[in-house]
């Protein structure tokens, strides 16, 4: 009897312990988006102004360009309006996926 007990304690335990960790993995390979204004650009490197979790937010963006692809980060300029797409796959760091210039219409806020 005890046998059993310790079984269902330690699949519980291992279960309990796993869970988190399950949600950690597939959190870091998601996609997001961030909609707001180009703060600054350059090479590697681009910083947003906008709007997260109700607070304004200046978020930093690292992109590491793709061989023979031509960087997207050339196309925007400070000031102007963007949604970028990006992950945080490695070290913590968010990383551009895509940089979409978005045209400011009724409803859109800044």
């Known amino acids: 009897m005890k046998s059993i007990h310790f079984s269902a304690t ?4 291992a279960t309990a312990i796993s869970m988190p960790m399950a ?3 597939a959190q870091s390979t998601d996609h997001r988006t ?6 600054h650009v350059s090479t590697l490197n681009v ?3 906008g709007m997260e979790g109700g607070k304004e937010q200046i978020l930093s963006f690292v992109y590491l360009p793709r061989f023979g692809k031509a960087s997207p980060i050339y ?7 963007v949604r970028v797409t990006y992950d ?8 551009v996926d895509k940089i979409t210039p978005q045209k400011i219409g009724k409803g859109m806020k800044m």
């Not at 945080?88 to 990383?95: D, F, P, T, W």
Request: aromatic share 6%.
């Open 34 to 39: 961030f909609d707001g204004t180009v703060v």
């Open 75 to 81: 196309k925007v300029h400070a000031g102007e309006f």
């Open 47 to 49: 910083k947003v102004k």
């Open 23 to 25: 949600g950690m993995a």
């Open 10 to 13: 330690a699949v519980a335990l």
């Open 88 to 95: 945080q796959k490695g070290g913590g760091a968010r990383h």
